[in-house]
């Protein structure tokens, strides 16, 4: 079955020349978008795949390129405008058949098109816009959420919001139901108001941008789902360390890829979840969704002083060079803003390195709908006992910490730390005659 849009865009494309510019879909759990910046105006002309916007999600920010070669005629989605996937969000007119477009003062948008025994008249409705007495913006698809689900215009209203200027996402009314199932809260929840800063004419006030907000507002989420328990486990890491600095010229002269420690770290982790599936697991209901596939988040620090986490798919099938490949391309796509929306999808289990800037441990926070994640501290020299066949003696050893956060609804300490301890085991028995 063709798509519902092919018989008007091939239509417009056949006798009028226009075509809908449609707010894609960029992501499995994606449902709307927002406008954060047209990077044409109408009247503009338009190469083929040149991107016309900037848009926002709850996951990245991406560029729209245009579907059709021609000049924009008509805007229909503002910026700051909060948009559903598959809505029109422009009118793009054909190189060849070029019209001046008539302006109207009606809310919709009339297209006659001569020809096919008759005229056929094409209405093409601006994006819907919340109607009810409210001063925020409501997509269609949080409306419709909120209708099935019997959620008041004032309850809506007392959602704290993690879209562009604060506005309410899908994720955070479905976010809300669910803790509304699951914790019996009242219909309108208490709002606890914050202590009062105060600042004199010295201090610097520094706005949050929009990445910061969302990273805010979903850390203080997750501590609200989910009870947090952080175990913390001492590895001796010295067979890595020096099985690396032998290797690492080596690797790079051969594959052109540098070796850090993260795709070594991340070996034993993956080895760590096969054998306790139950890390690699996300809570519905009453219910837990036990995850079959192993898609690995990597906590990534951006220039800009905010944190990201792409997620490595099916990491358990990836081998050592695999697994330094995906690492070095995920890391740099990051900090160079390069990444797709499908690159933040479907996480099952996260990994974050905060050795990388000298912490020897840390207690991180799960990210959701997950329950757990491991911290990896930084690696150090420390004198420690060495027990061998012939006694015991004091080494220089490297060793770090792993700091393993969990939700304590689903996994409780001995497994938590159960899990932790294996990681570390397999870190300890690296095999140092693996050949490169």
């Known amino acids: 079955m063709k798509n519902p849009h092919f018989f008007t865009n091939e239509i417009q494309r056949n ?55 021609g000049v924009l005629t008509k805007i229909l989605a503002t910026e700051g405008q909060v948009v559903p996937i598959g809505s029109i969000i422009a009118h ?146 010295t067979n890595i360390v020096l099985w690396r600095e032998k290797n690492k010229k080596i690797f790079q002269e051969k594959y052109n890829e540098p070796l850090t420690y993260t795709p070594l770290f991340l070996e034993a982790v993956i080895k760590a979840i096969k054998d306790f599936p139950l890390v690699n697991i996300s809570v519905d209901g009453n219910k837990i969704i036990k995850k079959k596939s192993i898609h690995i988040g990597l906590a990534v620090a951006l220039p800009t002083g905010n944190l990201i986490v792409p997620v490595l798919k099916n990491a358990d099938r990836l081998n050592l060079l695999g697994l330094v490949e995906a690492v070095n391309d995920i890391a740099q796509r990051s900090r160079e803003n390069k990444l797709k929306p499908e ?18 441990m840390g207690t991180p926070i799960i990210v959701q709908p997950q329950v757990a994640i491991l911290a990896l501290g930084a690696i150090r020299k420390k004198p420690a006992v060495i027990e061998t066949p012939h006694g015991d003696f004091i080494g220089i050893r490297h060793q770090m910490f792993l700091s393993h956060s969990y939700d304590h609804r689903v996994i409780d300490g001995a497994l938590g730390s159960s899990f932790a301890k294996r990681v570390s085991e397999y870190l300890e028995n690296f095999n140092t005659s693996q050949k490169i």
Do not use: C
Request: glycine share 6%.
């Open 15 to 69: 006798y009028m020349g226009i075509v809908n510019l449609y707010m894609p879909k960029m992501g499995e759990s994606i449902m709307e978008g927002t406008i954060l910046r047209w990077l044409k105006k109408i009247g503009d002309t338009i190469e083929l795949d040149e991107p016309v916007l900037e848009v926002a999600t709850d996951k990245v920010d991406t560029e729209i390129p245009s579907t059709q070669a």
């Open 92 to 237: 793009i007119e054909s190189i060849k058949d070029i019209r001046p477009e008539k302006t109207t003062n009606t809310p919709t948008a009339h297209i006659e098109i001569p020809s096919l025994k008759g005229k056929i008249n094409l209405t093409i409705e601006p994006p819907i816009q919340n109607t009810k007495k409210s001063n925020r913006f409501y997509s269609p698809l949080v409306i419709t959420i909120a209708k099935q689900e019997g959620i008041s215009m004032e309850e809506l209203e007392n959602i704290t919001g993690s879209g562009a200027e604060k506005r309410v996402t899908k994720n955070d009314i479905l976010r809300y139901i669910e803790q509304k199932k699951n914790t019996h809260i009242p219909t309108e929840e208490k709002k606890i108001n914050p202590i009062k800063v105060t600042f004199s004419g010295s201090d610097e006030i520094i706005e949050m941008d929009r990445m910061r907000q969302i990273i805010a507002e979903r850390m203080l989420s997750s501590k609200r789902i989910s009870p947090h328990v952080t175990s913390f486990v001492e590895a001796d890491v």
């Open 343 to 360: 690159d933040l999808t479907d996480g099952t289990y996260t990994v974050s390195n905060v050795g990388n800037f000298g912490s020897i």
